[in-house]
């Protein structure tokens, strides 16, 4: 046992040394008043991920998010869990572009009723900007690709492909490297 501890630890710190690992994620907060409903809609999500840089281009990681929304009938709960590799294609100076290719994978509960189990698989472009060496603004916003009932995606719609750029497909958040 304490091999595999002992292991573990160097293991840990020859991939924190090299810095290569990432965590970061978004923090959101929506208030909608939509007349087509009649109710005002609250909604708030965090979404922490963490990633590996295999390379200057290339990266993986995982999203967990967390979302709960309120109206004045009904709440609702939803998490997801999204694995992407990310490419980027363009850096210059502080500015960096890329893209997250990746899968999710959600279930989404409103109040009284069952849940709705729910996937994407797609593109999301975005932008990142240096503040430090370690430290950065990110930005995505649309998507490229197929969702079925994703609770990212406004549960409930059913099935939707192709090229979506909804002002609520945008998050914003922060990444630091070890």
């Known amino acids: 046992m304490k091999k595999i501890i002992l292991s573990l630890m160097i293991l840990f710190a020859a991939i924190s040394a090299s810095a290569q690992v990432y965590v970061g994620g978004s923090l959101a907060?929506?208030?909608?008043?939509?007349a087509n409903v009649g109710a005002d809609i609250n909604q708030f999500k965090l979404a922490p991920e963490v990633g590996y840089n295999l390379n200057d281009d290339w990266a993986v990681a995982v999203e967990l998010?967390?979302?709960?929304?309120?109206t004045s009938s009904a709440k609702s709960n939803a998490f997801s869990i999204a694995p992407y590799a990310r490419y980027t294609f363009f850096e210059k100076n502080i500015v960096r572009l890329f893209l997250d290719g990746g899968v999710g994978?959600?279930?989404?509960?409103?109040?009284?009723?069952?849940?709705?189990?729910?996937?994407?698989?797609?593109?999301?472009p975005g932008i990142a900007v240096s503040l430090t060496p370690k430290l950065s603004l990110q930005a995505r916003y649309g998507f490229l690709g197929y969702r079925d009932k994703y609770a990212g995606a406004g549960a409930g719609r059913g099935?939707?492909?192709?090229?979506?750029?909804?002002?609520?497909?945008?998050?914003?958040?922060?990444?630091?490297?070890f």
Not at 29 to 34: K, R, S
Not at 65 to 70: L, S
Not at 106 to 121: A, L, M, P, Q, R
């Open 65 to 70: 998010a967390y979302t709960h929304g309120k």
């Open 29 to 34: 907060w929506t208030h909608d008043d939509n």
């Open 105 to 124: 994978f959600s279930t989404y509960k409103v109040k009284g009723t069952d849940s709705d189990n729910g996937f994407e698989i797609g593109i999301k």
């Open 159 to 177: 099935s939707i492909s192709g090229l979506d750029f909804n002002p609520n497909s945008l998050s914003l958040g922060i990444k630091y490297e």
